[in-house]
């Protein structure tokens, strides 16, 4: 059997200290495998998001191991972890994190320049991302042109124009109607089934949720629950994932 493309041991993650000391992850042990679709949920303050931000390499434990790959994550140095980051790792955000001023396409070439990518090579990559999200002919419109949905399928090009191993979406439809959501649910659940991408999603959407293989709650610090979803959704419902055409 393969070694899971994620481990976490013993990882906790502590805040302050002595009065105001907050213990914001308590002992995490998990197993991600590469091209998992994992929704990871939890009430506020339950430990979620900064268990997110580790996997992500945005943060570090106080304490215990993140291997990936079967490297120590914990023992990289700043811009070791950038690079790993860059390489491997995607991310989504409820808020879009879009450039105002700047088109779809050079948004999401972003990731790509900072990487070193000459400009050819950026852009056909971004074009193509673009394309794979639906947003084909929209390349030089700015944010303030695309609806929220159409911001979101920006994001996700600007996620996977590097070919990352593992997309992070945090709280991707925290920002859209239900019609958009179910179109970026749709999207997300692609990139998973067809090009086995690993995807790692915050939400406290049940329906959001309902579109990953496993769920794992958090509660106070901790894990309380990690379950296989026995019924996890296979499309979009038909009626909601008309491409939007505004």
Known sequence: MSEPLIQLRGVTRRYGSGAS????????DIDIAAGEFVAIMGPSGSGKSTAMNILGCLDTPTSGQYLFRQTHVESLSRDQRARLRRRYLGFVFQGFNLLARTSAQENVELPLLYRGDGAAARRTAATRALQSVGLGGWEDHTPAQLSGGQQQRVAIARAIVTEPAVVLADEPTGNLDTRRSHEIMGLLLALNRDHGITVLMVTHEPDMAA????????????ISRDEPNPNPVTAAPAELAATEST
């Open 211 to 222: 579109y990953a293989r496993r769920m794992v709650h958090f509660v106070d610090g901790g």
């Open 21 to 28: 000391e907050l213990m914001a992850l308590k002992g995490i």
